[in-house]
């Protein structure tokens, strides 16, 4: 598993670029929200770290994950964000819903990436059981949304340069 080899957390702050100038929108799921409110407050706090603004921050709630695609790609004509995060957490229970979630969820984000002209950021979770979220949300393997934070810059910055 990466995240056993690679903690989320951790990188390399001398390869992110600086994001003062730049906009960004986190689209957060309320399922399961004391793990996406814990994978939202790594993202903005590491979004700020690196220089974005409070202000140049805005953070948009959906039900669910499965929502995350609908409102990524409206929060984009409001506010021209330079990259748009998607947080969520999908953990597998006894029925094939994880399969159907997780699946269109992920074929949402690829098809606002392959269409758009900006990055959308894939940070959603999906575990076995609660505890692997818990891992990952702040846990022992570090937190999604700090991964997703510096992903979001690192693509803003591409995004800016080549268009």
Same mark, same amino acid.
């Given at each position: 598993m990466a995240t056993e080899l690679q903690n989320l957390s951790v /990188? +390399?702050?001398e390869t992110v670029p600086d994001a003062s100038d730049m906009r960004f929108a986190i689209v957060v799921s309320e399922w399961n929200s004391e793990i996406t409110g814990?994978?939202?407050d790594g993202a903005y706090n590491t979004?700020?770290?690196h220089g974005t603004k409070p202000e140049n921050i805005t =953070? =948009? /709630?959906v039900p669910g994950s499965f929502e995350l695609v609908y409102a990524a790609k409206r929060v984009v004509g409001n506010i021209r964000p330079h990259a748009v995060i998607g947080l969520g957490c999908v953990i597998r229970g006894?029925?094939?819903h994880f399969d159907y979630v997780c699946a269109g969820v992920t !074929? @949402?984000?690829s098809a606002l990436n392959a269409d758009g002209d900006i990055p959308y950021i894939f940070g959603l979770l999906t575990t076995n059981n609660r505890q !692997?979220?818990?891992d990952r949300a702040g846990g022992k393997h570090g +937190?999604? @949304?700090?991964?997703c934070a510096v992903t979001a810059i690192k693509m803003a910055a591409i995004a800016c340069k080549f268009k």
């Open positions: /990188y +390399n702050p814990k994978l939202k979004l700020c770290k =953070v =948009v /709630y006894e029925t094939p !074929q @949402g984000f !692997q979220a818990i +937190n999604k @949304g700090d991964e």
